[in-house]
């Protein structure tokens, strides 16, 4: 069991802004950054959003994250087809020494 | 361009010893700003930190694993090792490394870049 809960599924028509939420605690997201990553079917991880809201050079404008208390978002507007991958937020958790905490993942779906 | 590549064997006899070795070219792992990670993924499943080590060789483990687990550096090759003992078909997975971020002392932060990944299988 993933200790960041994430739904394990969304989806959107194209064109259209949806939502990914990441649930925490208070010693990892109420404390630390949250970081997503996109996972293309087949691909390994990619860093989509660090530092709670901060995209890598060449990730477009489209993707945008928040964080408010020990929760997590991540917005994607504009959908688009290539969207169509997992997604997953992450956070160190100062608990037991230190550590990271992934959520359990959320495949997103372009109808 | 950084980049990182897994590699080992693929195969792995239930209750020995996985071993993996990370090869970082483009840049210097002995970097004061940076730990390096390994991250895996179960067939179908969602990604799991193994644990990061740093340039001096200090390392951060996953608790659920840290009794298994032992991440080594060389500087001098330039790359990262993972151990992981008494296997099982539960530790049958995509092996990822990656570049992880230092924040301060006690808290590391996000994974960039990633290797491709290498798919190790337990057999029984």
């Known amino acids: 069991q993933s200790v960041l809960t994430q739904p394990p599924s969304a989806s959107g028509t194209p064109g259209q802004r949806v939502t990914i939420s990441c649930s925490g605690s208070s010693s990892s997201i109420g404390s630390n950054t949250v970081n997503w990553y996109q996972q293309l079917p087949g691909t390994a991880p990619k860093l989509l959003i660090y530092s709670n809201n901060q995209r890598p050079s060449g990730v477009p404008d489209r993707f945008s994250g928040s964080k408010s208390g020990t929760s997590a978002s991540l917005a994607i507007s504009g959908l688009q087809s290539e969207d169509e991958a997992d997604y997953y937020c992450?956070?160190?958790?100062?608990?037991?020494?230190?550590?990271?905490?992934f959520g359990g993942g959320t495949k997103l779906t372009v109808l | 361009q950084l980049q990182l590549q897994e590699s080992g064997p693929g195969l792995v006899k239930a209750s020995e010893t996985l071993s993996l070795t990370c090869t970082v070219s483009?840049?210097?792992?002995?970097?004061?700003?940076?730990?390096w990670g390994w991250i895996r993924q179960p067939p179908g499943k969602g990604l799991e930190w193994i644990g990061s080590?740093?340039?001096?060789?200090?390392?951060y483990y996953n608790p659920s694993l840290k009794s298994r687990v032992t991440i080594s550096i060389d500087t001098s090759k330039n790359h990262f090792s993972l151990k992981l003992s008494s296997v099982t078909a539960a530790d049958t997975a995509v092996y990822y490394c990656a570049r992880h971020s230092r924040v301060s002392s006690k808290s590391l932060n996000w994974f960039d870049p990633w290797g491709q990944g290498t798919l190790v299988t337990v057999s029984s």
């Open positions: 080590v740093y340039h001096s060789a200090y390392t």
């Open positions: 992450a956070a160190w958790d100062d608990s037991l020494g230190g550590h990271v905490v």
């Open positions: 483009g840049g210097s792992i002995d970097s004061s700003n940076y730990y």
